[in-house]
């Protein structure tokens, strides 16, 4: 009876030890293994989580001509200056991002291509009116850059508005000035004394050529006080050229005409 006992007591100490064996090998499969067989799925440096923007027009460029319906009276007017004015001229970026900046700017984008084709069309008729609209571009493998530009012209001097959009092309978000300045290595410091000192340049350039008769001291300072306006209420425009310079678009006051000329600044 006592040798039954002892084989018994072996037995239940075999199977205890086979049951411990099998749950080893159950939880390492299912949990640990698995963990070691799937290490992306845990990403643990943040620096790796990238966000991916889409294309709209995956066959397209990030940047390209619009293609909205340009119905038009004619290809081509003659107007009563002898200036020649074509439809094909008539171009606008269409911004190839799927996001909601993206798709914001191209509604501003639309609506002033469509006012081009409206003021074409009423110059076909009366030969005055006419328009002056096109765009640059800048892109690189991280963001892209458009400078857009819509004249009104008749009778009077064209004074192009201006409309400028940069976007990160990870994120498809429009870039605020502070992004973009930094990108060149700039802080806050350097870029306002880079910008003022190129507008005391530009300004007293026009005075030398046109106006050398004109102090142009307060001229300066007015055209200063706009950019810093224009920070302050964040209404500047800026871009990156296609030579990859900054540049923002500053208002210059000038004794004469409407008192004040939109003037492309780049900051080396």
Do not use: C, H
């Not at 640990?32 to 066959?59: F, W």
């Not at 300045?181 to 880079?194: A, G, L, R, S």
């Not at 003022?196 to 050398?212: A, G, H, V």
């Amino acid at each position: 009876m006592k040798k039954n006992n002892t084989l018994l007591i072996i037995l239940l100490v075999i199977s205890i030890l086979i049951s411990i064996s099998l749950g080893g090998y159950l939880f390492y499969d299912k949990v640990l293994n698995k963990q070691t067989n799937y290490p992306n799925e845990q990403p643990t440096n943040q620096n790796d989580i990238k966000e991916s923007i889409s294309k709209i027009n995956p066959t397209k460029d990030w940047i390209y001509d619009a293609d909205y319906p340009k119905n038009v009276l004619a290809n081509s007017y003659d107007s009563y200056y002898n200036e020649t004015y074509y439809a094909k001229d008539i171009i606008a970026p269409f911004i190839n991002i799927n996001s909601n900046d993206a798709k914001n700017a191209n509604n501003t984008i639309e609506d002033i291509f469509n006012e081009a084709v409206n003021r074409y069309n009423i110059g076909v008729e009366d030969k005055t009116t006419f328009s002056v609209i096109d765009y640059e571009k800048y892109i690189d493998n991280n963001l892209i850059s458009v400078l857009f530009w819509f004249g009104k012209g008749g009778t009077d001097v064209v004074r192009p508005d201006y409309y400028t959009y940069t976007f990160d092309l990870q994120t498809g978000k429009a870039l605020s000035f502070k992004e973009v300045y930094q990108k060149f290595n700039f802080n806050q410091n350097q870029i306002d004394n880079e910008i003022k000192q190129e507008i005391t340049d530009e300004i007293n350039d026009i005075f030398e050529e046109s106006f050398p008769n004109e102090n142009a001291k307060n001229y300066i300072d007015e055209s200063i006080k706009n950019y810093e306006e224009s920070i302050n209420n964040n209404t500047l425009k800026y871009y990156i050229s296609e030579d990859s310079n900054l540049s923002i678009v500053a208002r210059l006051n000038i004794p004469a005409g409407a008192g004040y000329k939109d003037t492309i600044i780049e900051i080396d």
